[in-house]
T-cell receptor, first 113, second 119 residues
Framework: QKEVEQDPGPLSVPEGAIVSLNCTYS??????FMWYRQYSRKGPELLMYTYSSGNKEDGRFTAQVDKSSKYISLFIRDSQPSDSATYLCAMKRSGGSNYKLTFGKGTLLTVNP | NAGVTQTPKFQVLKTGQSMTLQCAQDMNHNSMYWYRQDPGMGLRLIYY???????DKGEVPNGYNVSRLNKREFSLRLESAAPSQTSVYFC??????????????????FGPGTRLTVL
């Protein structure tokens, strides 16, 4: 079983839809959870991060972490064509000198006007 | 602030040729990373440098070497390129900071990437 699983999509939605992106993981040591957005032919950019369980909201974006189920989600409300990108989840263990992130393979999202 | 910069943006090599990918950051970050991104494989860590003077292998280090030249610069070298090294290469940097109840965070900032083709 891979440490992080992410449905690659592609996911196509109409403008204004609510989008749900998800990742599951197997390593219970993960404490930090991040979502990166990557536009075509660009580098990933950090969108949101969450420490441990709970929700975090930033504008139209909400990140949720359910550690009991080893499941994280990113919700996008009122989706816009400019949200069309690949979304990568990433996770990290806590403590010590552990700097490494473990990434999902990414979900390609297209928002149609 | 340029953030993380990478050169070159594109490169075509023949099998057996060597080259060095350059990366620099102006954010005073301690840690730097090299990833490769392939279709269906996601981002995979090649090497990282937790601080100036140290380097460590990541998930897929074979065929690569790195040099942490100073705090700003981290280069990736392919000594004898192979078609399997055709990929998009990303450099990233990060700094650890304390963020209240969120604990200790280590967010990585990525460069624009180098598209490498090995024929």
């Amino acid at each position: 079983q891979k440490e992080v699983e992410q449905d690659p999509g592609p996911l196509s939605v109409p403008e204004g839809a609510i989008v749900s992106l998800n990742c599951t993981y197997s390593n219970s040591a993960f404490q930090y959870f991040m979502w990166y957005r990557q536009y075509s032919r660009k580098g990933p950019e950090l969108l949101m991060y969450t420490y441990s369980s709970g929700n975090k909201e930033d504008g139209r974006f909400t990140a949720q972490v359910d550690k009991s189920s080893k499941y994280i989600s990113l919700f996008i409300r009122d989706s816009q064509p400019s949200d069309s990108a690949t979304y990568l989840c990433a996770m990290k263990r806590s403590g010590g000198s552990n700097y490494k992130l473990t990434f999902g393979k990414g979900t390609l999202l297209t928002v149609n006007p | 602030n340029a953030g993380v910069t990478q050169t070159p943006k594109f490169q075509v090599l023949k099998t057996g040729q060597s080259m060095t990918l350059q990366c620099a950051q102006d954010m005073n970050h301690n840690s730097m990373y090299w990833y490769r991104q392939d279709p269906g494989m996601g981002l995979r860590l090649i090497y990282y440098s937790a601080s100036e003077g140290t380097t460590d292998k990541g998930e897929v280090p074979n065929g690569y070497n790195v040099s942490r030249l100073n705090k700003r610069e981290f280069s990736l070298r392919l000594e004898s390129a192979a078609p399997s090294q055709t990929s998009v290469y990303f450099c990233a940097s990060s700094a650890i900071y304390f963020a209240g109840t969120s604990g200790r965070l280590d967010t990585q900032y990525f460069g624009p990437g180098t598209r490498l083709t090995v024929l």
